[in-house]
């Protein structure tokens, strides 16, 4: 997550020039891969495969001077949501429930 985020945060405020629609839609499809790759991802190698693959295309995106407009930044916002999302279910092991919790404990 944190290489997408930084993406869309170097993107966003360190450019002069705006993203044509056509490099965007480019920019949007990749993303899209690498999220629905990440949560297709079972296990943490699969997800730090993907994550060394996004943060390398990210650094060569990067240089090349652009920035998105209001409404594409929204769009890379929602896509590095939702491939946190699946980064943290494979990364961030689940906790038992309250409940369980407190069963397990028991004597």
Known sequence: MFTLLVVVTSTSTSCKR?????DQASVLAT????????????????????????SSWSAQLGDQGARPTEQ??????????????????????????????ATDAAP
């Open 18 to 22: 705006h993203v044509s629609e056509e």
């Open 31 to 54: 993303l899209s891969s690498y999220r629905d790759r990440m949560c297709a991802c079972m296990d943490a190698p699969c997800a730090q495969s993907v994550q060394a693959e996004l």
């Open 72 to 101: 594409q930044a929204k769009q890379l916002a929602e896509l590095a949501t939702q491939y946190g999302a699946c980064l943290t279910k494979i990364l961030v092991p689940a906790s038992p429930s309250g409940a369980d919790a």
